[in-house]
């Protein structure tokens, strides 16, 4: 297990500091249209030789037990598990099988062509493994690319994140001088991941019970918190994976405990603000990098960088091009042009920043893996970032606005002028609110609705199947609708718990195949 240590260098000033030149590099980065992660390394490098902040060194404790947290309970708690169930297939076998075959290839290759110790190649090879699909992804919203493409390379990239972690553990162990033998890795292999799982499943279904009690978003946050640091930590204590135990939390938590336990105002609340806590650790992960590269002779490891960069490609593309033919075998349809763009859009992020970095300065050949950590992030982020909307576009999975979007932006449109109108009727109704004012901005909201009602009924007449897609929506609803009410007669005594537990259970199951459903 990680003993516990301390940060040098890093107080709240430097806190803050780094958080005001995140903020800075986000603004700009948004307005140049660069890669924020890009971004932040690039001024991390200008940052540091002017010693405008101290030199920083996290320990592994400090690295691990703060910034991993977040960045896995927020992925996990935006990935629906009725969606990991329809294609569980292809990513078990790329999640788990592609982990370790790019482990175990670049590893190889990196002990051969980089001259590395076989053990640090491996070292290599795992921590490089987590892959970040967070800027691919927001691309395929952008060019419409199917539900299911997208499910499969976040949902692969979440576990991948944890059996790579926990692969990188064991081999650092190793390289730091304690003997493993195969047969008694792989017991602590099944044994961190399974245990992990069991803790973090408890505690997500524990906590997932709590919030059908409240309803208040500052609760529920402080909740959530809990639930990711605490199973981190509990998992670690009992010597099992803590990494593991944050997914299965977070899937557990956004999956369940977010869906029937929390109102909409609740969700929007949670995952905002884990959206803000990944956010930031990112920031603070990429400048760290940044700084800690400029220690490294960063021309002089060039050639050293392209080879890692090879070698990368080359583990990514055994996994996911060797294994695909077993997946179509065994029924998991997925065309090629799909293989391609998990092959390239497998993009290295702050994962195998904050792995590197925690590695301690007395690990063999600590800085030449920084240095080339660094060198395959860059490169993800640079060559493979900018060209994934290309690669899209020529193998013609990008397509126009479906008509069922179209449809959803249109009726979130209406809801958001009805609920306008509302308001402004409570502003003239407590005075606080001229006539005259009112009448205004309703004549001009309500000729909007009029608008936008022409526009679904004319959407409507074209396209038969958004009566189906407008049915899910009714059911959904109404199952709502009937899951408040059940809880509320549990709250008032006229129904048994036993009974209220049986009763949720198949209105969560029928919600969950409708969600589904309406996903596709």
């Known amino acids: 297990m990680i003993t516990t240590a301390v940060a040098t260098g890093f107080d709240f000033n430097t806190f803050f500091w780094m958080m005001v030149i995140a903020s800075i590099v986000a603004g700009m980065a948004r307005y140049i249209k660069v890669p924020y992660a890009l971004a932040l390394v690039i001024t991390g490098l200008i940052v540091a030789p002017t010693h405008l902040l101290p030199q920083i ?21 935006n990935m629906r598990v009725a969606l990991l169930r329809k294609n569980w297939l292809p990513i078990s076998i790329y999640a788990l099988g592609g982990t370790l075959l790019s482990t175990f290839v670049v590893g190889g290759l990196a002990a051969w062509l980089l001259d590395l110790p076989l053990i640090v190649g491996l070292v290599f090879g795992a921590l490089i493994s987590p892959t970040d699909p967070i800027s691919v992804v927001a691309i395929f919203k952008q060019l419409g690319v199917g539900k299911r493409l997208s499910t499969i390379m976040e949902a692969e990239s979440l576990f991948n994140d944890g059996i790579a972690i926990v692969l990188f553990t064991l081999l650092v162990d190793a390289a730091m001088g304690e003997e493993i033998s195969l047969w008694y890795g792989i017991q602590s292999f099944i044994l961190v991941v399974a245990g992990g799982a069991i803790i973090g499943a408890a505690i997500g279904a524990v906590a997932s019970r709590i919030t059908r009690e409240f309803d208040d978003h500052l609760f529920e946050i402080m909740l959530t918190t809990i639930v990711a640091f605490g199973s981190f930590l509990s998992a670690e204590t009992l010597h099992v994976s803590g990494v593991i135990a944050v997914v299965t ?76 033919p077993l997946i179509n075998k065994l029924h998991g349809n997925l065309p090629v042009s799909w293989q391609h763009v998990l092959f390239w859009g497998g993009l290295r992020g702050a994962i195998p920043m904050a792995l590197v970095l925690g590695l301690g300065q007395s690990f063999p050949e600590r800085n030449q893996l920084v240095l080339l950590t660094f060198g395959v992030v860059l490169f993800s982020l640079l060559a493979q970032g900018l060209s994934i909307k290309t690669l899209l576009q020529r193998l ?3 397509k126009k606005r479906s008509i069922k979007s179209e449809y959803g932006r249109l009726s979130s449109e209406i809801l958001a002028g009805e609920s306008v109108l509302e308001e402004l009727a409570k502003l003239r109704n407590r005075k606080t609110l001229s006539d005259q004012v009112y009448e205004t901005l309703a004549g001009e909201y ?70 589904s459903e309406n996903q596709e």
């Not at 309500?446 to 409507?460: P, V």
């Not at 899910?472 to 509320?488: D, N």
């Open 396 to 398: 013609g999975l990008g």
């Open 249 to 324: 939390a977070g899937l557990v938590m956004g999956s369940h405990g977010m869906q029937s336990g929390m109102s909409a105002t609740s969700r929007l609340s949670v995952t905002s603000f884990w959206e803000y806590a990944a956010f930031a650790v990112n920031s603070i992960v990429f400048l760290l990098v940044g700084f800690e590269v400029t220690l490294v002779n960063i021309s002089a490891g060039i050639p050293l960088i392209l080879w890692a960069c090879l070698v990368v490609l080359a583990g990514r593309a055994v996994a996911i091009y060797g294994l695909s």
């Open 57 to 77: 060194h996290l320990e592994p404790h400090i690295l691990f037990t703060i910034f991993l947290p977040p960045l896995l309970f927020e992925s996990a708690i």
């Open 446 to 515: 309500s000729q909007h609705l009029d608008n936008m009602g022409k526009e679904i009924e004319s959407l409507r007449s074209s396209e038969p199947q958004l009566l189906r897609t407008q049915e899910i929506e009714a059911r959904i609803l109404a199952l709502m609708v009937e899951k408040s009410v059940l809880k509320e007669a549990e709250r008032n005594g006229l129904l048994e718990e036993e009974d209220l537990q049986q009763l949720v259970s198949r209105i969560d199951r029928d919600l969950d195949s409708l969600r």
